[in-house]
């Protein structure tokens, strides 16, 4: 299994040692080499580490993990945002987030985000994410989704309804096709 270099970007050092400890556990593959508490920590170990994976808390002292991201001309790891507030979810899917794991972190949904790193989501996901913020208009955003054979890409205004089944999310387009993605949505 190939070694991949991860780093915690946590304000609250506990919450990072849990992770870390969960990251130990969970995936022997994984290795913590850094553990930043401010977004401007973040920046300076992303440059020298260069992690494959970032676990990123989004409420952070000096800036968010949206606002972090958007400090880099360019971003070469994966990205899965924690924080114990879930009406960031949309943002972190904007921002085409490999995953967005709610505090406490559940073992299971921990197991999942792992098994998705170097899989699912490319660089250029998060490269597109941020092009979206400087796209004025909400309704051409694009959304990067995954299935169970690849992804789905799409602009919001081709949504017409989601519809949640388990684990999985039913997206409705304005086209009268309906798609299946391996991401369940939320009502907030």
């Given at each position: 299994?190939?070694?991949?270099?991860?780093?915690i970007?946590?304000?609250?050092?506990f919450?990072?040692?849990?992770?870390?400890d969960?990251?130990?556990?969970e995936?022997?593959?994984?290795?913590?080499?850094?553990i930043?508490?401010?977004g401007?920590?973040?920046l300076?170990?992303?440059?020298?580490?260069?992690?494959?994976?970032?676990?990123?808390d989004?409420?952070?002292?000096?800036?968010n993990?949206?606002?972090?991201?958007?400090?880099l001309?360019?971003?070469?790891?994966?990205?899965?945002?924690?924080?114990?507030h879930?009406?960031?979810?949309?943002?972190?899917?904007?921002?085409?987030a490999?995953d967005?794991?709610?505090?406490?972190?559940?073992?299971?949904?921990?197991?999942?985000?792992?098994?998705?790193?170097?899989?699912?989501?490319?660089?250029s996901d998060?490269?597109?994410?941020?092009?979206?913020?400087?796209?004025?208009n909400?309704?051409?955003?694009?959304l990067?989704?995954?299935?169970?054979?690849?992804?789905?890409?799409?602009?919001?205004?081709?949504?017409?309804?989601?519809?949640?089944?388990?684990?999985?999310?039913?997206?409705?387009?304005?086209?009268?096709?309906?798609?299946?993605?391996?991401?369940?949505f939320?009502?907030?």
């Open positions: 299994m190939q070694s991949v270099k991860a780093l970007v946590e304000d609250n050092a919450m990072a040692a849990v992770l870390a969960l990251l130990q556990q995936a022997s593959n994984i290795s913590v080499l850094g930043a508490n401010t401007k920590e973040a300076h170990l992303i440059e020298s580490i260069k992690p494959n994976v970032v676990f990123s989004i409420e952070l002292p000096d800036m993990g949206f606002e972090l991201l958007n400090q001309d360019h971003i070469p790891f994966q990205t899965i945002f924690t924080t114990s879930s009406h960031y979810a949309i943002n972190a899917f904007r921002f085409n490999l967005y794991l709610v505090k406490p972190i559940k073992d299971s949904e921990l197991k999942e985000a792992i098994r998705r790193i170097g899989s699912t989501k490319s660089h998060v490269t597109l994410a941020l092009q979206n913020l400087e796209t004025k909400i309704d051409d955003q694009k990067v989704l995954p299935t169970q054979t690849g992804t789905l890409r799409f602009t919001l205004k081709q949504i017409t309804h989601i519809e949640g089944e388990r684990n999985y999310s039913y997206i409705y387009l304005s086209n009268g096709s309906r798609e299946l993605s391996s991401k369940k939320s009502i907030l």
